[in-house]
Every structure is written in C-alpha cells, then in structure tokens.
C-alpha cells in the first residue's frame, strides 16, 4: 500500500493567494482527518470524514478555509484568500473501521505551507 | 471534552539509557489511547496503541506503554534508548465505537526527545 498522498509537498504563496492542499487516503479508509501544526498551537483538528461526509468541522478556523471530499479517494484542504499566519505544515490522515484497525490513523507526509 | 496532557515538553537522555514519557488523559469513558512519532519533517507513525484487555502493550522500534486507569495515564516506556529515538512524541486520545467522538483524535502538545551519544 502507498500509504497516505499528499501533494504539493511544499507550497510558497504570497498572502491573498488561494491554496488548495490535496489527499489521497489508504484505498478502503472510510476515514479522513485534516490537522494543521504549528509550534504555537501544536496539532489541530480541522476536519473530518466519514464516507465521504463532514462530521466535525468545528477545528476550522474561519470561513478562509474549506475542505471537500468528492469522493473515496480523494479531498481537498483551500484557503482563500491566505495569510501569513496560515503558515504551518497540514498534515492529512485516514482510518477505518470495517478491517478492524478502529481508530488508527495514518499520516501522510505533510504540506509544508508558507505563506509570505 | 477530552484532553491529553504531555507534562514534558523536552527531555534528554543518554543513549543506552532508560526513557519514559507521560502523557494524561482525561475522558469520561474507557478511551482509546495511542502513541505516536514524529522524526524531524516526516508526518506521524503510530508506535503502539491501547483499547482494551491487557494494560500493558507492546509497540514498535521497542517502546511499550502501560494504561493506569486509575491515575488516567498511559506513560511510554524504552528499557535502552538508541539515537535513532530522537523524535518528537504524541500521546493522543479517541473515542469508543458509537460514541460521538468516534474517529476523533486529540493530541498531546508532544515530548521532544534528545539522545546524547
């Protein structure tokens, strides 16, 4: 399995700028986490997926920022318009239920975003 | 609302030396419990993890926790620390299965680990 895809790996953009973030989960993960980290605030919640579906959007930090899942295998994170304290890395992660593995969640490698 | 607390934010040891780390945790059920690593710019790897029966787990690379229900913590523990445990750790929390946190993480603000040669 590949694992969880991220892309781009590394994004500079200049604030106002709109950024979309990209995943791919583990094919058969019914599961999908957004978290951003930052030294300040550590790792955060964004949101999450269940089958494709929003269940808990309350970690988005303002209406800059949207997430869609259009379908299994793939969501997006867009902030619109950036700001330079949007600057962190957005880490995306998936799970499931139905193999038995409740709860482990697996990370992608990250999006390192700078936003000048 | 369910909370983890790593009360270290830095420790170092020597290598060959033994670790352990804390993390708490407050939930008002039997919550599931994990432990993660991060190695400088590579996203998060699950070391072991704790849902029910045996209190003590096993994980990966070496590391073990033990689930204390009673002082609500789930400390991470290495008999002999080699350099290449160098990381920062996350404990984390979720809920049980039909429970509204179901699929939900929260993270410790994580532990950096040093290894002196």
């Known amino acids: 399995d590949a694992g969880v895809i991220q892309s781009p790996r590394h994004e500079v953009t200049e604030m106002g700028q709109e950024v979309t973030l990209r995943c791919k989960p583990i094919?058969?993960?019914?599961?999908l986490f957004w978290y951003r980290q930052t030294m300040m605030r550590g790792l955060e919640l964004l949101i999450y997926?269940?089958?494709?579906?929003?269940?808990?959007d309350s970690g988005m930090p303002e209406d800059r920022f949207s997430a869609k899942m259009p379908n299994a295998s793939f969501s997006t994170l867009k902030i619109q318009p950036s700001e330079p304290r949007d600057s962190a890395v957005y880490f995306c992660?998936?799970?499931?239920?139905?193999?038995?593995?409740?709860?482990?969640?697996?990370f992608g490698p990250g999006t390192r975003l700078l936003v000048l | 609302a369910q909370s983890v607390t790593q009360p270290d934010i830095h420790i170092t040891v020597s290598e060959g030396a033994s670790l352990e780390l804390r993390c708490n945790y407050s939930?008002?059920?039997?919550?599931?419990l994990f432990w993660y690593v991060q190695s400088p710019g590579q996203g998060l790897q699950l070391l072991l993890k704790?849902?029910?029966?045996?209190?003590l787990v096993q994980g990966i690379k070496g590391f073990e926790a033990e689930f204390k229900r009673s002082q609500s913590s789930f400390n991470l523990r290495k008999p002999s620390v080699h350099w290449s445990d160098a990381a920062e750790y996350f404990c984390?929390?979720?809920?049980?299965?039909?429970?509204?946190?179901?699929?939900?993480?929260?993270f410790g603000q994580g532990t950096i680990l040093t290894v002196h040669p």
């Open positions: 992660a998936s799970s499931s239920r139905d193999r038995g593995l409740q709860e482990t969640q697996y």
């Open positions: 094919s058969g993960h019914d599961y």
């Open positions: 997926f269940n089958n494709n579906v929003p269940i808990d």
């Open positions: 939930y008002g059920a039997t919550p599931y």
């Open positions: 704790y849902f029910s029966g045996d209190t």
């Open positions: 984390a929390v979720g809920g049980p299965a039909g429970g509204t946190s179901y699929g939900k993480l929260t």
